[in-house]
């Protein structure tokens, strides 16, 4: 794969970089203090976002993207957590929400719910993780059971980003234990049709990144909402190639985030009259950050 830029990515970087150092970088401070984003927040945030193509560029024109591909999917999600990890990370969620439903939601479902997730009205989330299942996925303990119409959904699932602040969550459920893996699939909970409750959950850093224990307790969702039968543990699968990528990018944006901070300190703190960037140690402290 040729990793080097397009001269069409290089301005996109460049106006992406000048936009978030102008309008998002003066904010970060001050909301980090406070917590978790609320909707309304993250909504306004993202429609900052999207004419750059954040949250919905990858998606068909017709619903309201112009299919960014992967590496210039990776630049936006690099400059934006180059800026704000935090929001970064909200963003990249509820766009993966919007993936797995373009992939394999309904036409029913795509065409109700994707114009309003491109909007940044409606916020989504992916409810893998549970208390004693991360990446083992195959370990998952929460059920759905087939009673008439509706499947009854019971289990707990935990750091869910997102979690608290979303409309819909697509959870990754058990039909049949059986089956193993196969016996998993994606179900698609919304919060006004189906009730959840969330729990909100501090974080040492990041702290503007909503991320909650989500409870159901014989939550009833209409079976219309269960997305391939049998598919749950292979797009999961598929979802964690997508964000391990995208996670690399986040780090990627946050190390030259960190770059950036000790060089400008290096250029201001003064010691025996000179800035301390003159110092041959430190010129070779910030070196092997570059490197590495």
């Not at 980003?161 to 058990?174: P, R």
């Not at 909100?200 to 997305?227: Q, Y």
């Not at 770059?259 to 402290?285: C, H, L, N, V």
Request: glycine residues 8%; charged residues 25%; proline residues 3%.
């Amino acid at each position: 794969m040729d990793f080097a830029f397009t001269e069409e990515q290089e301005m996109l970087k460049k106006s992406v970089r000048n936009f978030l150092e102008k309008e998002i970088a003066p904010l970060v401070s001050e909301h980090e203090k406070k917590g978790p984003l609320t909707k309304a927040e993250t909504g306004d945030f993202i429609r900052k976002l999207m004419p750059f193509g954040f949250l919905a560029g990858f998606l068909p024109e017709k619903y309201g993207g112009t299919q960014l591909e992967a590496k210039t999917n990776g630049i936006l999600v690099e400059e934006l957590s180059r800026v704000w990890g935090s929001l970064a990370g909200t963003v990249f969620i509820a766009a993966a929400f919007l993936w797995i439903l373009n992939e394999a939601g309904s036409a029913e479902h795509k065409e109700r719910l994707l114009p309003l997730g491109a909007s940044g009205d409606y916020i989504g989330c992916l409810a893998i993780t549970e208390p004693d299942a991360g990446s083992d996925v195959s370990s998952l303990k929460t059920t759905a059971t087939l009673t008439g119409d509706n499947y009854i959904v019971n289990g707990t699932k935990t750091w869910i980003s997102n979690g608290s602040i979303a409309d819909a969550a697509f959870v990754l459920v058990t039909t049949d234990k059986t089956l193993g893996p196969l016996g998993m699939a994606f179900l698609l909970v919304e919060r006004d049709k189906s009730p959840f409750a969330a729990r909100e959950l501090h974080k040492l850093g990041m702290r503007c990144f909503p991320t909650a224990e989500l409870s159901f307790d014989d939550c009833k969702v209409s079976k219309k909402n269960l997305l391939d039968l049998g598919a749950g543990y292979k797009r999961t699968m598929a979802f964690f190639d997508v964000s391990r990528a995208m996670v690399g990018a986040m780090c990627s944006g946050i190390a030259q985030a960190s770059i950036d901070a000790s060089i400008k300190y290096a250029q201001e703190r003064t010691q025996f009259g000179q800035p301390i960037g003159s110092f041959q140690m430190i010129q070779e402290m910030l070196v092997d950050m570059m490197m590495e």
